[in-house]
């Protein structure tokens, strides 16, 4: 066979490959090369990775086989095994993840991004110094935690020194469907290479053979190398049987060379194609049991000589994953079932050998399935949830009792429905509800039956699930109880559950008779009933003490809750602990919940440069954690930003994408805050007939007044619309229901919206009293509304023509309008100003304005003196990618180095962070 270096008709693809491992500017970072088995995959792999060494480039490569294929992280440790001692540089909490994915630590990982976040620190500190390539072959066989976090890393080495190429036989699916920028797929050989190839094989092989070989082999080099060996040690004159699918013939090729090897040879080889670790120790250890009679590596010689494993420090290898996967197939049951007791028996770690009894099982085991029970507690705490499913299913398979069978379906599809898989969770609980389940667990069955697409759309729905919770009460499952109601309440709110529906829910979780103390409870009644139960809420948690909370999570749905609510300074005393604890302990999913209510926190209160900070980091978590909620809320705020701001297109834009995305969905308390957005740019835009069209529907409301509190940000913006198209009948009824619904949920937003839209709408006689009364009413906790008060305050002094006294208040609009950027309530308020004589000259832009909103999160912590390396930590970045952009905020802020920077640290807008570090 010709020498690795001189890899026969594949100049083209390898010169391509040392392209993207190189480094080269104008290609991905990512490539993979997609191919039949045997089609030289692997070689072409091999022999880039090798010339990428040579060029300094550190290699971490893993391969996917199919028993590794559901233990967690296997490929992940196998891959970054060699720089793992570098791990001790990480942050703790990356570090205390990564090791515990590994097994290494007893530390639950509770959000596989945590690890994700890990080795993408880690591989980025190694890339420091020098180019980092990392080779993945066999993708479709590598573990779906391992993927999960190649997809994660891979969507983020754009600007750093790491490459990756993977190997597949079929376009992924799943994490890495979209990740790997280029695509090389290989073909056959063309017929001088494989005419090349058959004879460095295969010398002298029969001119009759060598032509059928070369005919039917299509160019596969596997076929080519493997088939010519075969064949050239038949008989003279051997004729061939017609040609069967390369695949297969390969199969009975392999079949054929292992039934040739002496019986210990060939048992220590069935166990290495089955073991889920390379290591030789384990192989002949577990072989000598199988045997009889102790083993050592003189024993895999004949394997050795015919070209089926290789022996490389201290590890067995075959030479083909396809050798393992034939050989086990080719293998009789009862030989297969003595090579996994053994095994069993060898191996250190108690998921390997749970799997490996499970395989040797002729019968069902409850004990054997006890141990899968174990292995996939461990494997959820991992973040496994794919690997924890397989191993509760294959324990139901080995459950002698058909209750504890139905158990385990059960927990299995609880578990699949957290992965998105609807169709695994339905077979499962189809296959269990056919057995005879003890009462709880057909409780679970029905609730996780009746969640069907998570939405509880209809009255009847909600009446089952109360009654599903009262029995799960009754049964002990108070916790799971609870679970249920805040699923179920969190969904209502966003696909607007009818008054019947909330009420249910209410009077439900009110039945389990828990303390109010207990978060679940105010979130189900926030999100479930919050006019009806929101004045009660809104006291407990006006109770609670942030400070005293330990619980990221708790913290965070206690600060959603205040938000629904209307109580936005409430909110963000809860939630900017929260999002400091979550950032710590890298959850990502809970973290862009926390700073999507935080963003619109920050909006109902003037921050708006923290707002646009925290909208910019929830799209960002919610592209890479794929959750298109997240993003669609991000944006929204981002709309109001450029509506308040004079950019009412973009606006409109934004709006209109979320529309279109999410009113298939019936999310309708998405499309009320788009609303608002639309209203927020027409009203900006000049088009106040339009705004008061799409407001009014929504504020109207009718029986929906939860509706209606969604919609509460555009009460101001109604107001205002209707007072220039003249409908000042139809806004005062709308105002006076409004009043009604205020007194009943509590909302400070509501009540501070309607104090502004009073004296709005007053006759000239008691306006003054009114305009007086809600400036002194508390409204600068909400600047953009107070601002907006000031100017339709000078406005109305103006036309009483008490051109003196409007001055003032105008010229504090102005102001105010001007720190906030809010363009088109200035330029107003500046009209205003004229018009009583004044000069008012456009607003001369900050210099901060001119930065984009990660620029800003950016430039603020460097500020603040966190060096390129911190940032990148706390904003998922690379530190090059950190530096790109301050090389670019540099002359926007008229600036030449760090330390001037750091004296523009209090600045507007370079706060930094969406939290009160």
């Known amino acids: 066979m010709p020498a690795a270096e001189h890899l026969l008709g594949r100049a083209g693809e390898l010169a391509r490959l040392d392209l993207v491992l190189g480094g080269a500017s104008d290609c991905p970072s990512t490539l993979l090369v997609l191919g039949d088995p045997g089609i030289g995959k692997s070689a072409l792999i091999a022999q880039a990775a090798r010339r990428a060494a040579a060029r300094g480039a550190?290699?971490?490569?893993?391969?996917?086989?199919?028993?590794?294929?559901?233990?967690?992280?296997?490929?992940?440790?196998?891959?970054?095994?060699?720089?793992?001692?570098?791990?001790?540089?990480?942050?703790?909490?990356?570090?205390?993840?990564?090791?515990?994915?590994?097994?290494?630590?007893?530390?639950?990982?509770?959000?596989?991004?945590?690890?994700?976040?890990?080795?993408?620190?880690?591989?980025?500190?190694?890339?420091?110094?020098?180019?980092?390539?990392?080779?993945?072959?066999?993708?479709?066989?590598?573990?779906?935690?391992?993927?999960?976090?190649?997809?994660?890393?891979?969507?983020?080495?754009?600007?750093?020194?790491?490459?990756?190429?993977?190997?597949?036989?079929?376009?992924?699916?799943?994490?890495?469907?979209?990740?790997?920028?280029?695509?090389?797929?290989?073909?056959?050989?063309?017929?001088?290479?494989?005419?090349?190839?058959?004879?460095?094989?295969?010398?002298?092989?029969?001119?009759?053979?060598?032509?059928?070989?070369?005919?039917?082999?299509?160019?596969?080099?596997?076929?080519?190398?493997?088939?010519?060996?075969?064949?050239?040690?038949?008989?003279?004159?051997?004729?061939?049987?017609?040609?069967?699918?390369?695949?297969?013939?390969?199969?009975?090729?392999?079949?054929?060379?292992?039934?040739?090897?002496?019986?210990?040879?060939?048992?220590?080889?069935?166990?290495?194609?089955?073991?889920?670790?390379?290591?030789?120790?384990?192989?002949?250890?577990?072989?000598?049991?199988?045997?009889?009679?102790?083993?050592?590596?003189?024993?895999?010689?004949?394997?050795?000589?015919?070209?089926?494993?290789?022996?490389?420090?201290?590890?067995?290898?075959?030479?083909?994953?396809?050798?393992?996967?034939?050989?086990?197939?080719?293998?009789?049951?009862?030989?297969?079932?003595?090579?996994?007791?053994?095994?069993?028996?060898?191996?250190?770690?108690?998921?390997?050998v749970a799997w490996h009894r499970a395989a040797a099982a002729s019968e069902p085991d409850e004990d054997v399935a006890i141990a899968l029970d174990g292995s996939a507690a461990r494997a959820r705490r991992r973040g496994a949830v794919?690997?924890?499913?397989?191993?509760?299913?294959?324990?139901?398979?080995?459950?002698?009792?058909?209750?504890?069978?139905?158990?385990?379906?059960?927990?299995?599809?609880?578990?699949?429905?957290?992965?998105?898989?609807?169709?695994?969770?339905?077979?499962?609980?189809?296959?269990?509800?056919?057995?005879?389940?003890?009462?709880?667990?057909?409780?679970?069955?029905?609730?996780?039956?009746?969640?069907?697409?998570?939405?509880?759309?209809?009255?009847?729905?909600?009446?089952?699930?109360?009654?599903?919770?009262?029995?799960?009460?009754?049964?002990?499952?108070?916790d799971l109880a609870l679970d249920a109601l805040l699923t179920v309440a969190i969904a209502g709110w966003w696909t607007s559950a009818d008054d019947e529906r909330r009420a249910t829910m209410a009077d439900a979780v009110d039945r389990l008779g828990v303390p109010d103390s207990d978060a679940r409870v105010l979130g189900v009644l926030a999100f479930a009933a919050p006019v009806e139960r929101g004045t009660r809420v809104l006291a407990v948690l006006r109770r609670v003490r942030a400070e005293e909370l330990d619980d990221p999570g708790e913290l965070s749905l206690l600060g959603a809750a205040a938000g629904v609510l209307g109580a936005q300074e409430l909110s963000a005393a809860f939630l900017d602990p929260a999002i400091r604890r979550l950032r710590a302990q890298d959850r990502l999913g809970g973290l862009a919940d926390a700073l999507i209510s935080r963003a619109w926190a920050a909006w109902h209160l003037g921050g708006w440069d923290l707002a646009a900070s925290a909208a910019a980091e929830t799209v960002r978590i919610g592209v890479q954690i794929e959750r298109p909620a997240a993003v669609a809320a991000g944006r929204l705020v981002d709309g109001a930003l450029a509506a308040a701001r004079g950019a009412p297109a973009v606006a409109d834009a934004i709006a209109a994408d979320v529309e279109a995305t999410f009113r298939p969905l019936g999310a309708t308390s998405m499309l009320a805050l788009a609303t608002v957005v639309r209203g927020l740019a027409a009203q900006a835009d000049g088009r106040a007939g339009e705004a008061y069209d799409l407001l009014l529907p929504l504020l109207r409301g009718g029986d929906d007044g939860a509706r209606v509190i969604v919609g509460q940000a555009g009460i101001a913006v109604f107001v205002d619309a209707a007072v220039q198209c003249g409908e000042l009948a139809s806004a005062r009824a709308v105002v006076h229901s409004l009043g009604h619904l205020a007194a009943r949920c509590g909302s400070p937003t509501m009540s501070a919206h309607l104090a502004y839209a009073r004296p709005l709408l007053a006759d000239d006689d008691e306006a003054e009293d009114l305009f007086v009364a809600a400036l002194g009413s508390g409204l600068a906790a909400w600047p953009f509304l107070d601002a907006r008060l000031l100017l339709a305050y000078g406005s109305w002094l103006r036309r009483q023509r008490r051109v003196g006294e409007s001055r003032i208040p105008l010229r504090a609009a102005r102001e105010a309008f001007d720190a906030l950027a809010a363009d088109p309530w200035g330029e107003r308020a500046r009209q205003e100003l004229r018009a009583t004589g004044e000069s008012a000259g456009p607003r001369a832009g900050a210099a901060h304005e001119r930065l984009t909103a990660q620029e800003r999160e950016i430039a603020g912590l460097a500020a603040r003196g966190m060096t390129n390396r911190e940032i990148g930590q706390h904003l998922y970045l690379s530190p090059r990618t950190v530096g790109s952009h301050l090389y670019h905020v540099f002359p926007k802020l008229g600036i030449t180095s760090r330390a001037e920077l750091a004296g523009l640290a209090g600045l507007p807008g370079l706060s930094g962070r969406p939290e009160s570090a």
């Open 58 to 352: 550190v290699v971490l490569t893993t391969t996917g086989v199919p028993s590794e294929a559901r233990l967690p992280f296997a490929g992940l440790h196998q891959l970054l095994g060699p720089v793992l001692p570098a791990a001790a540089r990480l942050p703790r909490p990356q570090r205390d993840a990564l090791l515990a994915a590994f097994g290494r630590s007893e530390t639950a990982v509770g959000d596989i991004f945590a690890v994700a976040l890990a080795a993408l620190s880690l591989l980025r500190d190694c890339a420091g110094t020098t180019r980092v390539v990392l080779v993945a072959e066999d993708l479709h066989w590598i573990d779906r935690a391992t993927t999960d976090v190649l997809a994660f890393v891979a969507r983020r080495i754009d600007a750093d020194a790491v490459a990756i190429v993977a190997s597949a036989r079929e376009a992924p699916r799943g994490a890495m469907a979209d990740v790997l920028a280029e695509v090389l797929t290989l073909g056959g050989l063309d017929d001088v290479s494989a005419g090349q190839l058959v004879d460095a094989s295969a010398p002298g092989l029969d001119a009759a053979l060598r032509g059928r070989l070369l005919r039917e082999a299509h160019g596969n080099p596997l076929a080519l190398v493997e088939l010519s060996i075969a064949w050239s040690r038949l008989p003279p004159g051997t004729l061939i049987a017609s040609w069967v699918p390369v695949t297969t013939r390969l199969a009975h090729t392999f079949a054929a060379r292992i039934d040739q090897l002496p019986g210990p040879c060939r048992t220590a080889v069935l166990v290495a194609a089955l073991n889920d670790g390379p290591s030789l120790w384990e192989v002949l250890t577990a072989a000598s049991l199988a045997v009889g009679a102790p083993l050592t590596s003189r024993a895999l010689e004949p394997a050795i000589e015919a070209r089926l494993v290789e022996l490389a420090g201290g590890d067995i290898r075959f030479r083909h994953p396809l050798m393992r996967f034939a050989i086990a197939e080719g293998a009789a049951l009862a030989e297969r079932q003595d090579a996994h007791s053994a095994l069993a028996r060898v191996l250190p770690d108690a998921d390997r």
């Open 386 to 478: 794919g690997v924890a499913v397989a191993s509760l299913e294959r324990g139901a398979r080995l459950s002698p009792e058909p209750s504890q069978r139905g158990r385990r379906l059960v927990r299995a599809a609880e578990l699949a429905f957290e992965l998105g898989r609807r169709d695994v969770v339905q077979r499962l609980l189809d296959e269990a509800e056919q057995l005879p389940l003890d009462p709880l667990d057909r409780i679970r069955l029905q609730w996780r039956r009746g969640l069907g697409d998570g939405r509880w759309r209809d009255v009847a729905q909600t009446r089952s699930l109360a009654e599903l919770v009262d029995r799960m009460h009754r049964a002990g499952e108070l």
